[in-house]
Each structure stands twice: as structure tokens, then as C-alpha cells.
T-cell receptor, first 116, second 111 residues
Framework: DAGVTQSPTHLIKTRGQQVTLRCSPK?????VSWYQQALGQGPQFIFQ???????QRGNFPDRFSGHQFPNYSSELNVNALLLGDSALYLC???????????????FGDGTRLSIL | DAKTTQPPSMDCAEGRAANLPCNHS???????VYWYRQIHSQGPQYIIH???NNETNEMASLIITEDRKSSTLILPHATLRDTAVYYC????????????FGTGTSLTVIP
């Protein structure tokens, strides 16, 4: 039973460029969330996708956008990269969404993005 | 926006029980407490969660006080592989299923 998989594992970009990160959820999961983790900090919520729509969003600018596909996989896009976007980007999946679900999220090992 | 308070670091001798405390004094009645851990260079790993009753699984036990204002994660026989950052999270019920992480407790298991 494959868990959450993310690609690529590492990526180096320069300021101003654009990047796309990919996530495949755990089998049976239909909800995908994205987090940004700066060095020495806990993960910060970016947004959540369910039924191919963005359902919740954290305090991140519009440069951060996403997409969910019919097979539940997801992409995170970041435009106009800044040095401060250097971080570990984590994808988490879960089953169902909305306030009634107490199902835990399961995380991938992330994509390490470095901006030069 | 983390709603929990944890000590920044703890040590535990190998083979002994590790007791990790968490304060969540503003928790609401229908909010669950979750524990995750993160080993260097890996994604957070789910450990356990609970509402008001104590919970136990193959990894750990979760003890929640009767007033639900605090909880303790217990690793019964700590090993070197348990060295990690442990996050206590209260899921905010009105914002869906995402989690708000704090900075966690860095647990070091000492041989």
C-alpha cells in the first residue's frame, strides 16, 4: 500500500522563476493539503484540495496556486520565486474533508526547494 | 496560529518511557488532539489522536486530562530511532481538516 509520494525530492531554482511540485495521495484518500516548512520551523498550511477545488487556504500570497486532478493527485505551483520560498514543501492526504472528519493526514517526505 | 504549547526539547534514556507534555488550554469540546513526529529529512509521521478518552496503539499512548486542557504522549520503551521532533496539534474544527503545527518538542533518546 503506497503512501503519499512527492516529486521531485530536490529542486534548485533562481529568483523569478516558476516551479511545479507534484503529489500522489495515499490509496483511498481523496483530499490533499500542502504545507511549507522553513528550516527549524513547523509546517505551515498553504491550502487544501477536495473534489478538484481549493477548499481552505492559509496565509500565503496568490503566487502560490494549486490543482487537483480527477485521480486525486495534486500540483503546487509557485510563481515569481523569492529567496524566502526556499523550504521543504510537504503534501498530506486524508479521506474526506469538512469539519466532521477526524481522520488523520498522512504526509509525504516532501520536496526540498532551494532558491538561488 | 498554533493552539498548543510544548517544551522545546527533552532527553530520555534508551529503554525508559518518554513522556511528552502538551498544553492546549483553549481547546474546544469537539476538537481532537493529534500527535505527529518528524525525523530529520522526512515528512511528519502520524502517531495517535484522541478526543477525551485515553488512547493506545502500537506506537504510543495518549493521556488526556479530564478537563482536556493538557495531554501527554507516552512512548513506553524509547529507542534511538524515537529521536525526532514531536508535534502536538489541536485541529481547528471550523477550518476543515488542516493542522496548525507549532515548533514541537525535540526529543533526544540517549544510549
Amino acid at each position: 500500500d503506497a503512501g503519499v509520494t512527492q516529486s521531485p525530492t530536490h529542486l534548485i531554482k533562481t529568483r523569478g522563476q516558476q516551479v511545479t511540485l507534484r503529489c500522489s495521495p495515499k490509496s483511498g484518500h481523496d483530499t490533499v493539503s500542502w504545507y511549507q516548512q522553513a528550516l527549524g520551523q513547523g509546517p505551515q498550511f498553504i491550502f487544501q484540495y477536495y473534489e478538484e477545488e481549493e477548499r481552505q487556504r492559509g496565509n500565503f500570497p496568490d503566487r502560490f496556486s494549486g490543482h487537483q486532478f480527477p485521480n486525486y493527485s495534486s500540483e503546487l505551483n509557485v510563481n515569481a520565486l523569492l529567496l524566502g520560498d526556499s523550504a521543504l514543501y510537504l503534501c498530506a492526504s486524508s479521506r474526506g474533508t469538512g469539519g466532521l472528519s477526524n481522520q488523520p493526514q498522512h504526509f509525504g517526505d516532501g520536496t526540498r526547494l532551494s532558491i538561488l | 496560529d498554533a493552539k498548543t504549547t510544548q517544551p522545546p526539547s527533552m532527553d530520555c534514556a534508551e529503554g525508559r518511557a518518554a513522556n511528552l507534555p502538551c498544553n492546549h488550554s483553549t481547546i474546544s469540546g469537539n476538537e481532537y488532539v493529534y500527535w505527529y513526529r518528524q525525523i530529520h529529512s522526512q515528512g511528519p509521521q502520524y502517531i495517535i489522536h484522541g478526543l477525551k478518552n485515553n488512547e493506545t496503539n502500537e506506537m504510543a499512548s495518549l493521556i488526556i486530562t479530564e478537563d482536556r486542557k493538557s495531554s501527554t504522549l507516552i512512548l513506553p520503551h524509547a529507542t534511538l530511532r524515537d529521536t525526532a521532533v514531536y508535534y502536538c496539534i489541536v485541529r481547528v474544527i471550523d477550518t476543515g481538516n488542516q493542522f496548525y503545527f507549532g515548533t514541537g518538542t525535540s526529543l533526544t533518546v540517549i544510549p
